[in-house]
Nanobody, 121 residues
């Protein structure tokens, strides 16, 4: 089994910053892409940013230039640095990882429990 544990959410004023972390643990043979998704009330879950184990990165247009995703492969951890936060960034942020649990298995998606980010004055 694989667990993803997120941390770093909270309440911040517009223009402020937060850093999210997500550590993967458990039966991990190989981690491929790791990423962050978010879901605001009444809206569908959307991709925020993703990074492969080789370092290729993809951002949603709405966060380009403000958010930075990075990962530490030795720690199986992905980070999301969020700057210049706006009220529309308010959502529950979920960590996602594509994981092989053995050399005989394919990649399966795993999700964290979510962490609330609220941007408000």
């Amino acid at each position: 089994q694989v667990q993803l544990v997120e941390s770093g959410g909270g309440l911040v004023q517009p223009g402020g910053s937060l850093r999210l972390s997500c550590a993967a643990s458990g039966s991990i043979f190989r981690l491929n892409a790791m990423g962050w998704y978010r879901q605001a009330p009444g809206k569908q879950r959307e991709l925020v940013a993703a990074i492969t184990d080789g370092g290729s990165i993809n951002y949603a247009d709405s966060v380009k230039g403000r958010f930075t995703i990075s990962r530490d492969n030795a720690k199986n951890t992905v980070y999301l640095q969020m700057n210049s936060l706006k009220p529309e960034d308010t959502a529950v942020y979920y960590c996602n990882a594509a994981v092989r649990t053995s050399m005989w298995s394919g990649f399966n998606d795993y999700w964290g429990q979510g962490t609330q980010v609220t941007v408000s004055s």
